[in-house]
């Protein structure tokens, strides 16, 4: 199959996808420009900030991506980027000329100069950086470094893009045919708790939920931030098919076990980039520090994000029973920089080995998240007498993706690891309430979430 074929099919179904479909969800779902958004009423300068459409779609773009640098001199940068922007009142576009700049020179810098240390050391730079980053007020770093990232990832997808439509690449990856993947472990649905990229994502609702709706400046804006992230995904992660598919003929086992995935992905895409007129070398060394740098953005996203779910687990209001007043020790591990530190101590822990044991886990436990948020966004379509299919299919499909998963990793597992079994048969209970749940949610002829569903939420 001829990958350019490929790529302006995917992206002429995406661009109507954005324009047709996504503007019915809007209709649909009630999107109200006069409404003010969570960044303007609970408006603190740290989590809540309304943020201009361009910024926020770096960030949410760049997180869900995975998309970011490891240069010490863009964190600096980006922080210069925030106070002269923010603070001095210059121009987003001046300053994003500068940016662009100061990122390009901070690179060559690095290129030239690089900062050789070991593993461990290189872990506790980022566990500092990421504590730092993940407290700190939105402008100052997480938006400003998302934001000049964004162009980065940008950059790579339009030269693969082009480089695609001119070189013509033809696919000679071989199909696979059969429906036993062998190890216990079946098509259906491993294929769905492990593509998740401009797909269904529970790390994606908690990015949306966590950070985004924190600095979204007008609901309208809503569907280019976050329905044009995912497809923007999408056409990202159809660059990569066609580029692994390229090179998977005669040289995809050396590639990968020489470099991994990247290797592949940077062999592929840096051939397209040739048809440019770009040189192979540079251009595999610009794709691999672009993919081989994805997980700083991440980090420090999904550790503020971690810090926000543990903040709401322990700081319940509690008015009935302590004049309104938190519990002492609720108070104490709801401090922001105490939740964020047991969440990197908590991190700290997985990174130096352990998260292999339970690695396999991840896929299941993310779709699983995946379906828990889109019951909750059916049972408030539900309660506000507003259409549900266009959640409940990917729901239910999700439901049964993740039970089937659990099924398969407890059966495999059995006698080998128990703590996948144990992690896995908790899941399938915790499937089990959900599911129970969104039963008791759609079977209520008035729409209305079951009383002592609300009586929780109001404790």
Known sequence: MNGFTLLIGSAVIFLIAYVVYGSWLAKQWGIDPKRKTPAETQKDGIDYLPTKPAVLLGHHFSSIAGAGTSSLLFI????????????????????????????????????????????????????????????????????????????????????AFLGICFYQPTMEISPFVGFDLGHGQWLFPVLFVTVACGAISGFHSLVSSGTSSKQLDNEKNAKLIGYGSML???????????????????????????????????????????????????????????????????????????????????????????????????????????????????????????????????????????????????????????KTFMVTIPMYFMFAVTFCSLGQLIYANLGKNWLIVGISAGLAVLSAALFIEAYRVFSNDKGQIPSNLQAQNQE
């Open 76 to 159: 600096l940068l980006a922080v210069a980027f925030g106070l002269l922007v923010y603070r001095t009142g210059m121009s987003l576009f001046l300053g994003t000329v500068l940016g662009l700049i100061g990122m390009a020179t901070a690179f060559y810098i690095g290129h030239i100069f690089p900062i050789v240390l070991s593993k461990d050391m290189w872990l506790l730079i980022m566990m500092g950086y990421i504590f730092v980053a993940s407290i700190a007020p939105v402008w100052i770093l997480l938006q400003p470094r998302d934001y000049l990232n964004s162009f980065l990832l940008y950059l790579m997808i339009i030269a």
């Open 232 to 386: 923007i995904e999408g056409l990202l992660a159809i660059c990569a098919i066609i580029s692994v598919a390229y090179v998977a003929a005669d040289k995809l086992p050396a590639l990968l076990k020489a470099g991994g995935p990247v290797n592949a992905f940077s062999q592929g895409t840096a051939t397209f980039m040739t048809a440019l007129g770009l040189d192979f070398n540079l251009s595999k060394e610009f794709v691999a520090l672009t993919i081989s740098a994805f997980a700083l953005t991440t980090l420090d996203t999904a550790t503020r994000l971690g810090r926000f779910i543990f903040q709401e687990l322990v700081t319940r209001p509690v008015e009935s029973r302590n004049g309104g007043k938190e519990q002492p020790i609720a108070a104490f591990l709801g401090n922001r920089y105490v939740a964020t530190a047991i969440t990197i101590a908590l991190a700290w822990y997985m990174s130096v080995g352990s998260y292999l044991t339970i690695w396999p886990i991840f896929g299941t436990a993310n779709q699983m998240l995946a379906a828990l948020s889109l019951l909750a966004i059916a049972a408030w379509l539900r309660k506000e007498n507003r």
